[in-house]
């Protein structure tokens, strides 16, 4: 089975509905990311969290909420999707140390 | 803030020859990692940099830390079809613990 997983794989929605992400993993990592990539820019970050109550801004919050439920759990909300949001997302993870990083199979979304 | 550019973004070689991208980074990095890509994959862990100069080798990809710690490079030597994909370098900047991913260079490899 996978280490970190991601639901849904994909999701077409139309602008303005409200979306979650999910992220799940069995690697026991205290570390947890939200990324998007896009053609052309890479991976960017969303949000970070070193622990379950430790909730940072990445590089492109706005727009973008998350919550870390477990330690294995971090999902990724959208409040209000709008069609600049479409774009590939991927969980990732790491340990303490700050090593690799274990990224999710990722969500591919596209707003409407 | 921190930003973490590559070149090229793109590269198309022949099966045999050699292919190189560069990571330069706005700021003095404390470590950088590299990952690839496959079509339709996710990235993948390959190394990980930490010494001013270091190079480090795996089978035929070699790997190098610039010696002011803001550049690095990744160089495949005589490239199968099976590199094919985007190779992604992510620095730590020295006063944080997130890395920033830079732009991707993709690599296609002709038969």
């Known amino acids: 089975d996978a280490d970190v997983t991601q639901t849904p794989r994909n999701r077409i929605t139309k602008t303005g509905k409200r979306i979650m992400l999910e992220c799940s993993q069995t690697?026991?990592?205290?570390?947890m990311y939200w990324y998007r990539q896009d053609p052309g820019l890479g991976l960017r970050l969303i949000y970070y969290?070193?622990?379950?109550?430790?909730?940072n801004k990445g590089e492109i919050s706005d727009g973008y909420s998350v919550s870390r439920q477990a330690q294995a759990k971090f999902s990724l909300s959208l409040e209000s999707a709008i069609p600049n949001q479409t774009a590939l997302y991927f969980c990732?993870?790491?340990?303490?140390?700050?090593?690799?990083?274990?990224f999710g199979p990722g969500t591919r979304l596209t707003v409407l | 803030g921190q930003q973490v550019m590559q070149i090229p973004q793109y590269q198309h070689v022949q099966e045999g020859e050699d292919f190189t991208t560069y990571c330069n980074s706005s700021?003095?990095?404390?470590?950088i990692q590299w990952y690839k890509q496959r079509p339709g994959g996710h990235p993948v862990f390959l190394i990980q940099?930490?010494?001013?100069?270091e190079v480090k080798k795996q089978k035929r990809l070699t790997f190098q830390f610039g010696e002011a710690k803001k550049n690095s490079s990744l160089h495949i030597t005589a490239t199968q079809t099976t590199d094919v994909g985007t190779y992604f370098c992510?620095?730590?900047?020295?006063?944080?613990?997130?890395?920033?991913f830079g732009t991707g260079t993709r690599l296609k490899v002709l038969a």
């Open positions: 990732a993870t790491s340990d303490v140390r700050g090593g690799e990083s274990f």
């Open positions: 690697k026991g990592h205290d570390r």
């Open positions: 969290s070193f622990d379950v109550k430790d909730i």
């Open positions: 700021t003095t990095l404390s470590n």
């Open positions: 940099l930490v010494k001013s100069g």
């Open positions: 992510a620095g730590r900047d020295s006063g944080t613990y997130k890395y920033i």
